[in-house]
């Protein structure tokens, strides 16, 4: 037996779950593909329901010292329409991914979980006695251990053996890149709501930020394959962050990422957990990505602890973690598939964020309502 656990990935999920595990004692491995620090596309919100995560952890103070605190969000409609709605409660926080998860990932050896990075899992194998397939040296190796934890993300290759995934709905696609220049002075983290598609900015000040835009596939056919095209076009039907970029200049290639939704997959098998993407996606316009990949870890980590106790990891004693992923997800997930609809509806949106503006206390309890798992 290699280790304890293998937890496949070094995202938020994956590092978390590490963490927690080798801080009871088990021999962890954590697998990653890439060398860290390393590139993911992503909007870098973390709301106040992931700083709570990160403090529980235990790891928030150096974490947010990395990043930027705010204290609400900014939202602005195709019509001109915003919105500054304050946190209820905490803070949220914009941090680039590149030093979040590389942090976790530090934090996660530093507990002790082995690291082992620029190596890609082919194929994972449940069974009582489950294993991965890596590639190293130009060799097939296979790794054996207790449990498997697939967290690699997306299109992961772990989830593969634990069922199929949902499909993804009316998918968005992203396309994003950092910018510096902006013209905005203040950090502040931004929703850009346009007649069909939006965009997300993480603005962290002296006009330097992220700007993420995700629309449907039937857009980005409309504009043509060139992203500077998509990316102009999208900014283009969002007066806001039309000023905002103007003159500004890219930092970054653009990257994108797609279809992106509401997507779930049974997150058991024998000898396998999956947390964080691996188990489901949603929507990024509602940034709660990170936070559920962190709360994830933490049902991943109990569950895979008294499987391991008890020495029974076999689907049957894993069950426990479907029933407490749907409790406590449960509502995350409905809201985000209403929101997605009513994004896909520019009346409606534009109507219900002209409400919000009128009622700051709505807005605010909408935002804390979105910022916890
Ligand atoms: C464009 C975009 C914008 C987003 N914006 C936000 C936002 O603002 N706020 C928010 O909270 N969420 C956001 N999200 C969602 C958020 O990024 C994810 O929910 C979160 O990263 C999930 O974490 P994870 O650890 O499950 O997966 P990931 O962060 O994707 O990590 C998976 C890891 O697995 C590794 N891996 C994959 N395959 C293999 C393999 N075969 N072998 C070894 N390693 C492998 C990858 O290299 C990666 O490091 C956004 C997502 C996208 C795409």
């Excluded at 304890?4 to 779950?17: C, E, K, N």
């Amino acid at each position: 037996m290699d280790a304890d656990v293998i937890v496949v990935g070094a995202g938020p999920a994956g590092s978390a779950t590490a963490l927690r595990l080798a801080r009871r004692g088990y021999r962890v491995t954590i697998i990653d593909r890439a060398r860290f620090p390393r590139v993911k596309p992503c909007g870098e919100y973390l709301n106040p329901g992931a700083v709570a995560a990160l403090k529980r952890l235990g790891v928030a103070e150096e974490i947010v010292a990395a990043g930027t605190a705010l204290s609400g969000m900014f939202v602005a409609g195709s019509d001109g329409t915003t919105v500054w709605a304050a946190f209820p409660a905490g803070f949220g926080l914009l941090v680039p991914r590149a030093r979040l998860d590389h942090l976790l990932l530090l934090q996660a050896a530093r507990a002790g979980a082995d690291v082992i990075e620029a190596c890609r899992v082919a194929a994972a194998f449940p069974g009582a006695r489950p294993a991965v397939a890596v590639r190293h040296a130009g060799r097939t190796v296979r790794l054996t251990a207790r449990l498997v934890i697939g967290a690699d993300g997306l299109r992961s290759v772990v989830a593969r053996r634990a069922g199929p995934l949902m499909p993804v709905a009316n998918g968005c696609y992203t396309i994003g890149a950092y910018f510096e220049r902006l013209n905005v002075t203040g950090p502040r983290g931004d929703l850009h709501l346009g007649p069909g598609w939006y965009a997300g900015a993480a603005l962290y000040g002296h006009g330097i930020g992220n700007v993420v835009a995700a629309a449907p596939r039937a857009f980005f056919q409309r504009v043509g394959g060139d992203p500077e095209r998509a990316f102009a076009a999208a900014c283009a039907g969002l007066p806001a962050l039309a000023r905002i970029v103007r003159g500004a200049r890219r930092l970054t290639p653009f990257v994108s990422v797609g279809p992106l939704g509401y997507a779930r997959r049974r997150a058991t098998d024998d000898g396998i957990l999956l947390v964080g993407d691996a188990a489901g996606t949603i929507d990024p316009m509602t940034g709660q990505g990170i936070a559920l990949a962190l709360r994830g870890a933490e049902l991943a980590a109990e569950v895979a602890d008294a499987a391991l106790r008890c020495g029974d990891a076999s689907a049957r004693a894993l069950r426990g973690y479907e029933r407490a992923r749907a409790q406590t997800f449960g509502d995350v997930w409905r809201a985000s598939r209403i929101l997605q609809w009513i994004g896909r509806r520019p009346r409606l949106a534009t109507h219900l964020l002209r409400r919000l503006a009128l009622k700051p206390r709505l807005a605010t309890w909408l935002l804390g309502a979105l910022s916890e798992p």
